[in-house]
């Protein structure tokens, strides 16, 4: 399953919430899906999501840290993890069980610890503070195929300046997604999104 490197960020979604929300997200063409386990029932919703898009999309955790909070996301039939730092015992379990593993780093410290623990791709957080730049001279030192992703200040306004230094993609979070939206809003949002990462991202 080929995907944009979008990853919808639905943090305080409730379960009712889940479907309706995640399948104007695929239809509009973003199929990487995470529900922060801070959002109330986390993990029903990612096991209805799971349930009802498992075939169009990946359904996946964010603010995940502890080794049990994994389990439970790969039991939902969650298949990522994004967690908020590199904690190596977070980021074995991940990949011990199949899942991908999208770490939070700010430093090449954070980078190559989570590296060296298996992480898929790295999450940079906040991206509005270390910025284009402090990525880009990031990425001079990291594995090349690594794929690298803006979080934390990363919208369609900015999508370009990201790809620039090197980025595979982004995390969308109160951009896409605010509790009391509509599924029309987060539709909206979305195709504006995938219009402009398909505009920008590297040929």
Not at 85 to 91: E, L
Request: proline share 7%.
């Amino acid at each position: 399953m080929d995907h944009r490197h979008i990853i919808a960020i639905l943090r305080g979604i409730t379960p009712e919430e889940a479907v309706p929300i995640c399948t104007v997200l695929v239809d509009a063409g973003i199929t990487l899906i995470e529900v922060p386990l801070n959002s109330p029932n986390a993990v029903d919703s990612i096991g209805r999501a799971a349930s009802a898009l498992g075939d169009r999309a990946e359904i996946g955790a964010g603010t995940v840290l502890t080794e049990e909070d994994v389990r439970a996301v790969a039991g939902a039939g969650g298949t990522f993890i994004v967690s908020p730092d590199t904690n190596p015992a977070v980021i074995s379990e991940t990949v011990r069980l199949g899942l991908k593993s999208y770490p939070g780093v700010f430093s090449p410290t954070d980078a190559f610890a989570a590296i060296r623990a298996g992480a898929t791709g790295l999450k940079f957080f906040p991206a509005e503070v270390l910025g284009a730049k402090g990525i880009k001279a990031m990425k001079a030192v990291l594995p090349p195929a690594l794929p690298l992703y803006a979080v934390g200040g990363a919208n369609p306004d900015n999508f370009h300046e990201f790809f620039d230094v090197g980025c595979a993609g982004f995390g969308l979070g109160t951009y896409i997604f605010k509790p009391g939206m509509s599924a029309g809003d987060v539709a909206e949002r979305a195709a504006l999104a995938v219009a402009a990462y398909d505009k920008g991202r590297p040929q």
